[in-house]
DNA sequence: AGCTTTTGATAAAGCGGTTAAGTTCGGGCC
DNA sequence: GGCCCGAACTTAACCGCTTTATCAAAAGCT
């Protein structure tokens, strides 16, 4: 037989469509002993449920949406992306929801793709990646009343749903660390200012300025590549002063500044000590190895996902949750400055 | 009006639901001029099919999955995935056809997996990764009867439809350019010995031994860890009569390979010359930069999903595709041996 | 004019489930 | 014994769209 149906186990075992779709859903309605046949009937005939026709009844799509503007390119090169795809995927299995994927390469497809799926009933929510500041997506999200979840944050201006790790805090453990090396010039080569998490970082460095008497702190934009991480890498180490330490906003760039600085004839650790944002196996590759602020970030999109869950089922929940704060893990690539 | 229905847009526009039908999709069975009317209104009521009733009736999902049975970890890891990822999301969004992801750590729940989906109609076709040497996965696909596209091959005893890149020709080319150099001694540190590619590139390697006069050739297999790949270097590293060149399956595996040399005070490329025979980002940004056999994942990635799309349309048909051949990129991690 | 085709549209039957609204029936209660 | 109730099922409507069968009217043919 082709697809049995639950008709199929109606007339199998002897039953209405209705009993078959109480027992296999576990409602109340049948008796245990009906129930028992009926699930031995529907296993014997190895039928599994049809999700397009489930979904028309209960209008639940039994998805969620993850979608990403960003040139597709980049989405082999951050590790970023695959973690946190595999994070969301595992949360999400937990349900049997599935995870489907877009890449768009602007914004204005990817407004439209909420609007799209969602009107689709594609999807029963979506994954937000990579918040901004005063981010048009939220407002365009809250509109289309469908659950979000944001991983980043804390989104104080806002009805959605997010789970954010503490970036400020661990951008005070990295320039603490360094302030305790004897650091005093430090550069933070970060990452698009647009984004929320990069405004943090920056933030805290204005700050810790003061607080340490570092005599010089520069936070550079870029837009995350590792071309322009060399390139900027390149005009710091150019320049009559020094800094002593530079922290990059991702490994990718990290490992692209470190490149110069061998290139250069700068010695890291030793004139240079260079601290990523970000860890991922880039920076326990290099040599020297690079010290990184390492944080779970599949756990994260494991939580987040579970969040977003939470939120189907409940619409009328908000979920803010926050993770753990990303860890200092020193390895070879930050010592000391020279003469200290 | 919470979302329009084609019912709406029937009584609005004075007509059936069968004519509106008719009319969204294109066929015959209405004037131009009724057409036009009823497209008018549904774009008015801003209208969006609800994709599960379409796939009720037509029985098509609208979606293909793809199947990771891998440690979860390394989807952050592996550049490869992100770029497989995103050049069959590439392909299908042509479509609007949706990716459906699923991680799962082992076999078994892999097939099971094919089959649940399949199942529920869930997915209108499969993409596979990393063909096997007697694929258990083919039998039970096959037996599906659902359209999979395979990436890798060829696959000589399968109805299964494939798009593959030449690795063995390849491997030539990364042989006689080695051995043009002037190398003699070298190791293959080779993937996993079931997959089908490695088992090509192994045999070319043999077979190259012969034509070029070499005077050693050995393939080890590893699991394409970077861990691996740094225990195995150092083994052969550590060897009396050390190779004049290593080639590695991975470019993970390659900047691991790298850096146990350094460690070791092994020079590259004077002492030992490294070719990585996959390419990424981590493949230009090591010093020395490695040479890699280079091609465009995405590119064929996103050549197998419209592949697949075909295979749906039309189930009866099989698709063999070859796509470009990799092509060597000489960097700097390669050079003469010493003495030569 | 009388007949067959073609065209443009409708009504209704699914697709495979879920679910609200009955229907039976055995048992407890007064 | 009559009445009421809940448990166990059945019926049938419904979800939104596709598709087939049907039909009336217009068009084509001899």
Known sequence: MARPTIADIAERAGVSKG??????????????????????????MNWRPHRAARSLGNSRAGAVGLILSRP?????????????????????AEDGTALQLLV????????????????????DGFVLLDPLIDDPRFAALEALEVPVMVLGGPLPDTSLSFTWADDSEAMHEA???????????????????QFLHTKRRMDVLTEAKARHELAEV???????????????????????????????????????????????????????????????????????????LTRDTQAWATEAARGLLRL?????????????????????????????
């Open 19 to 44: 009993a078959v779709s109480f027992a296999l859903n576990g409602r109340p309605g049948v008796s245990e002993e009906t129930r028992h046949r009926i699930l031995a009937v529907a296993d014997e």
């Open 72 to 92: 597709a390119r980049t989405l082999g090169l951050e590790p970023f992306f695959g973690q946190i795809v595999s994070g969301l995927q595992a949360g999400l």
């Open 104 to 123: 768009v390469e602007d914004p204005e497809a990817e407004m439209a793709a909420y609007r799209t799926w969602t009107a689709e009933q594609r999807v």
């Open 175 to 193: 320039v603490d660390y360094l302030a305790a090396l004897g650091h005093r010039h430090v550069v933070h080569v970060a990452g698009m200012p």
């Open 218 to 292: 520069v936070s550079i934009p870029t837009d995350y590549s590792d071309s322009e991480g060399a390139v900027i890498t390149r005009r710091i180490l150019s320049r009559r002063e020094r800094p002593t330490a530079i922290v990059y906003d991702s490994d990718v760039m990290a490992v692209a500044g470190l490149g110069v600085a061998l290139e250069m004839g700068v010695r890291v650790p030793q004139d240079l000590s260079i601290l990523s944002f970000d860890d991922s196996l880039l920076a326990r590759l290099t040599h020297p190895s690079l010290t990184a």
């Open 312 to 340: 189907i089922a409940d619409p009328t929940l908000t979920v803010r949750h926050q993770s753990s704060t990303p860890v200092l893990v020193p390895r070879e690539s930050t010592a000391p400055p020279a003469g200290h």
